[in-house]
């Protein structure tokens, strides 16, 4: 599934009416009834209960209206309170406006002091409410009127129904300015938006749903659309079918380089994650010191000692020449897991990199040797694949993590595209942006993730699956088993889990998408 910007949606609203002659009355109409039927859904039926509608001047005001006649004649009480001066109302959203007028359901403005006494009583005692207040066109400060009304319908205890976007989120970003409708459900008209995705928007949009409200689908489906939702439905295209006669050469034979003293875990984790992504066979390289260490640790995985310097730092001329000697051996290499900061490391880490012609996934420590010249990943001869958390994003870019999160989609579009690199930024929705513009997000992943190595897992998974699938898909792929292997180990340790609980239900997570993949 597509994921829109605000503008893209605009414009398919007016293709719809010039190539498909689909007026904004029609669609309009269409979700107004969708609403009805969400919120009747959301409440277990709306018949007999009052409702609370809270409509603006937009065409989100006009789905709210068409809502409101169609919650009436399934029994509901409609209370609907105006938040914009209906005189602005565009010709469709007028339509829907007249009809309620010639139902007789009152439809009160918010002037008085006794117009917003009529509105905290009317929600203090609602079942259910409807936010049709601003919508995707929303951007900046929030007027007073649209805060108050805002302040109000989030004291209120009732269940809310967003129509499209909760009101004060910005659509493009998931931006709140001041505040916004803490929505129990949102449905989504047309695509779902990046609002929806992107905290703190995602934190108000409780349960997504997306209705299409009959626009053609070729049109929601159009390749100038960029954002991609990374569903079960594209995810299950991702992974082909294990020939029987694979062996572990051909299922990928994988270097990791990582660790350093006090950091062997980083490196343990992302090697056995390599294993349970599927991979065949992994070699750990590790600074020599700290080889004994891992090698106590692991037992599937081999281990090679890397010459360090007197301080224990992994650099120099013989480090270099046995890491890229090493990688002739292998399919694929993974760089910087608990690597360390040493300058003689981020100096071998720069050089490695751009002498080794293997598939190269870089990683926390790797990534951070690029933080001062981020120009030298395009330079590189295969296209790398980076896993930065935002911190690690933001100073590649030499940004602050607030001013990335500002715009975060175009910003990580841009530096795919200008360093010629696959950045997946993780994040609380993860995004994966490849060097043709093109964006992917998540649907798997939960909270109980936030834990230390949880990154390094999600490395060790993409670099896994480099032989498993076609090696520019091993991002998207290795970033849903990882999210969804989060959600099994959430569902048995909740917010307990550590990192290793989703490496070891990463063989799980396959599972179900080979279920998927039959049914």
């Not at 809270?54 to 006009?62: E, T, V």
């Not at 020939?243 to 299922?251: E, L, V, W």
């Not at 006090?262 to 056995?272: F, I």
């Amino acid at each position: 599934m597509k994921v829109s910007l605000s503008k893209e949606m605009r414009e398919i609203d007016k293709v719809s009416l010039e190539q498909y002659g689909l007026p904004a009355v029609v669609l309009m109409e269409n979700a107004g009834h969708r609403v009805a039927e969400a919120l009747d859904t959301m409440l277990k039926g709306v018949a007999g209960k009052t409702i609370c509608v809270l409509a603006g001047s937009g065409n989100n005001g006009g789905d709210a209206l068409g809502a409101a006649r169609h919650i009436q004649n399934m029994g509901a009480k409609v209370k609907l309170f105006l938040a914009g001066d209906h005189t602005h109302f565009s010709e469709a959203a007028m339509v829907m406006y007249r009809a309620l007028a010639a139902m007789n359901i009152e439809m009160q403005s918010l002037e008085s002091d006794r117009d917003w006494d009529r509105l905290h009583f009317a929600l203090k005692f609602a079942d259910g409410a409807i936010d049709g207040m601003l919508g995707t066109g929303f951007e900046g400060e929030l007027r007073k009127k649209n805060l108050r009304i805002i302040e109000e319908l989030n004291k209120a205890s009732c269940p809310v129904l967003a129509i499209d976007i909760p009101s004060g989120v910005e659509a493009d970003t998931g931006k709140i300015s001041t505040v916004a409708v803490k929505a129990d459900m949102t449905l989504a008209l047309g695509l779902p938006k990046i609002g929806h995705l992107l905290s703190p928007g995602a934190d108000m949009t409780g349960e997504l749903l997306v209705d299409d409200i009959g626009i053609p689908r070729e049109l929601l489906m159009g390749n100038q659309i960029k954002q991609n939702l990374l569903d079960d439905a594209v995810a299950t295209e991702l992974l082909p079918a294990r020939n029987p006669s694979a062996h572990k050469g051909t299922c990928g034979r994988i270097l990791v380089v990582a660790g350093s003293r006090g950091m062997t875990g980083a490196a343990v984790l992302a090697a056995t994650a390599v294993l349970r992504a599927g991979a065949g066979l992994v070699t750990l390289a590790v600074p020599q010191s700290v080889q004994p260490v891992v090698e106590a640790k692991l037992t599937e995985v081999m281990t090679v000692p890397i010459p360090e310097t007197e301080d224990g730092v992994l650099g120099g001329e013989g480090a270099l020449s046995c890491l890229l000697s090493l990688a002739e051996s292998y399919d694929a290499v993974l760089l910087g897991p608990g690597l360390g900061r040493a300058d003689r490391t981020q100096e071998l880490v720069r050089i490695f990199a751009a002498k080794v012609t293997k598939p190269l996934i870089l990683d926390a420590d790797a990534i951070v040797a690029f933080q001062r010249q981020p120009d030298d990943l395009c330079k590189m001869q295969q296209v790398p694949v980076l896993t930065p958390h935002l911190g690690e994003m933001a100073g590649l870019l030499g940004v602050t993590v607030p001013e990335l999160r500002e715009s975060l989609v175009p910003i990580v579009r841009e530096a795919a595209t200008e360093y010629q690199c696959v950045l997946v930024v993780k994040s609380e929705c993860t995004l994966i942006a490849y060097p043709d513009g093109d964006v992917f997000f998540t649907t798997k992943g939960n909270a109980g993730m936030a834990t230390a190595g949880s990154g390094d897992v999600l490395a060790g998974t993409v670099a896994g699956l480099m032989m498993q699938t076609e090696s520019a898909l091993a991002p998207m792929l290795g970033v849903y088993l990882h999210g969804l292997a989060g959600d099994l180990a959430y569902a048995e340790k909740g917010e307990g889990l550590i990192a290793s609980d989703i490496r070891d239900k990463l063989p799980a997570a396959r599972q179900v998408l080979r279920k998927n993949q039959q049914a």
